[in-house]
């Protein structure tokens, strides 16, 4: 299902919504490092950045504000979230759509419904397959530091322990559909790989192209051996 950008513009701007884009690469790239050390630095660089790259420009095709936060992995995770949120309510906005770096099959389609429905009333999950989220839109009027700090974060349990906190705030929750996201060793590990296959599929793409261009090339000097190849133009007969 997609959604008309301007109806959901319309909707949010009464929110006064912002995306947070939350990136903690640098724990990423720690976590890669202990799973798999043998792994070219240069190539774990160059998963990770593709993965950012792909979240950030999910979030900059909703034409939301888009806010970003990069943890340095010195503070718990909830209290550097808690931070990164509240500085985007300090500035005025009602409710705030958070998502990772860590969800390769996070679609915008999923950040405009969380925009769209997020409220007062409405808190919005996007569930992980472990039992953690991947998308979290929350209003101002539902946030509150002590019940935030006390959610089980970067744990299995963390999705269970939101009804505690949606009861305790008499609120709704709206769940969008689960996905897989990156948060253990083997998640990592999976999607890893998985990246890299595509790397070295583009690569053999690339490898193919060149050899066709120079097979080609042999083909027309056997027909024309008078062509030239310049590559400020098309080949020239003399």
């Known amino acids: 299902m997609s959604y008309d950008l301007d ?4 909707d949010s701007l009464i929110n006064n919504t912002a995306i947070l884009f939350f990136d903690h690469s640098k724990k990423q790239e720690a976590t890669l490092r202990l799973i798999a050390p043998r792994i070219d630095s240069n190539a774990v660089k160059t998963v990770l950045g593709s993965l950012r790259k792909q979240a950030l420009s999910l979030a900059n095709q909703t034409n939301f504000p888009v806010f970003e936060f990069h943890s340095e992995g010195e503070k718990e995770f909830g209290l550097e979230l808690y931070e990164a ?7 005025g906005y009602n409710a705030v759509v958070a998502i990772g770096n860590d ?27 472990d039992g953690g989220t991947y998308l979290i839109g ?23 322990s939101f009804d505690d906190f949606v009861k305790e705030n008499n609120k709704s929750c709206l769940l969008l559909s689960p996905k897989g996201d990156m948060d253990t060793p083997e998640e990592f590990r999976n999607a890893f790989h998985s990246h890299i296959a595509f790397l070295d599929f583009a690569r053999s793409i690339v490898a193919s192209f060149q050899f066709q261009l120079l097979e ?19 080949p020239v007969m003399m």
Do not use: M
Request: proline share 6%; aromatic share 10%.
């Open 85 to 91: 949120y509240q500085s985007i309510f300090s500035l």
């Open 216 to 234: 080609l090339k042999k083909c027309i000097l056997l027909t024309f051996p008078h062509f030239q190849f310049s590559l400020r133009g098309p």
């Open 7 to 10: 109806e959901v513009k319309k």
């Open 103 to 129: 969800c390769p099959t996070l679609e915008v389609d999923d950040i405009l419904l969380a925009a769209k429905c997020v409220s007062k009333d409405h808190l919005v999950l996007g569930p992980a397959l």
């Open 138 to 160: 929350i209003h101002k009027d539902t946030f509150s530091q002590s019940q935030f700090l006390n959610l089980d974060w970067q744990q299995p349990s963390l999705l269970h």
